[in-house]
T-cell receptor, first 115, second 107 residues
Framework: DAGITQSPRHKVTETGTPVTLRCHQT?????MYWYRQDPGHGLRLIHY???????DKGEVSDGYSVSRSKTEDFLLTLESATSSQTSVYFC??????????????FGQGTRLTVV | KNEVEQSPQNLTAQEGEFITINCSYS?????LHWLQQHPGGGIVSLFM???GKKKHGRLIATINIQEKHSSLHITASHPRDSAVYIC?????????FGTGTSLTVIP
């Protein structure tokens, strides 16, 4: 299995509080992604990173920020959590931007509930 | 607008049956992935393919780049195959995902 871990695995938080999710990899892969998974929507991209301090927005980035200060860690922050951010969050990693030999690996997911 | 469409959304089969899940996409891709997710679990990559066909045990994946279509087949299905199967396409710096096919295999 690829070395990718997410923490925490489960979290319940109150509306308006800040929350940070962590994705940690031991593969030294360049690309890291944060997705959210909701019924009927599949996985949707929140933010991604293509290197240390290099990040870009995805289709559902509002209300989220990210940081990548070192290759192995990609942090997702909800500055002020809302109930609409209740979801399962997945981190993914891959070596290159695209191509036939670019395998992708996914974390185990973080189930976040905002009450 | 859905770049990736999967069918069927839900599928129930008897143990031993041959199963097919379909995926169509509308964007240019360099590769297509089939993923598996068990209830409450993480996502595991089953296949990555850019042409032709791949086989792992009882699972077979095919892709037709010209028709922008891929299929995942499961031969001699088993209850442990019960999971959500997700099609994802590699379209540059990001992936696009189907909404998944929920498969239940009954003993």
């Amino acid at each position: 299995d690829a070395g990718i871990t997410q923490s925490p695995r489960h979290k319940v938080t109150e509306t308006g509080t800040p929350v940070t999710l962590r994705c940690h990899q031991t593969e030294n892969h360049r690309y890291m992604y944060w997705y959210r998974q909701d019924p009927g929507h599949g996985l949707r991209l929140i933010h991604y990173s293509y290197g240390v301090k290099d990040t870009d927005k995805g289709e559902v980035s509002d209300g989220y920020s990210v940081s990548r200060s070192k290759t192995e860690d990609f942090l997702l922050t909800l500055e002020s959590a809302t109930s609409s951010q209740t979801s399962v969050y997945f981190c993914a990693i891959r070596q290159g931007s695209s191509g036939v030999n670019t395998e992708a690996f996914f974390g185990q997911g973080t189930r976040l509930t905002v009450v | 607008k859905n770049e990736v469409e999967q069918s069927p959304q839900n599928l129930t089969a008897q143990e031993g049956e041959f199963i097919t899940i379909n995926c169509s996409y509308s964007v240019g891709i360099s590769a297509l992935h089939w993923l598996q997710q068990h209830p409450g679990g993480g996502i595991v990559s089953l296949f990555m393919l850019s042409s032709g066909k791949k086989k792992h045990g009882r699972l077979i994946a095919t892709i037709n780049i010209q028709e922008k279509h891929s299929s995942l087949h499961i031969t001699a299905s088993h209850p442990r195959d019960s999971a959500v199967y997700i099609c994802a396409v590699d379209a540059g710096n990001q992936f696009y995902f189907g909404t998944g096919t929920s498969l239940t295999v009954i003993p």
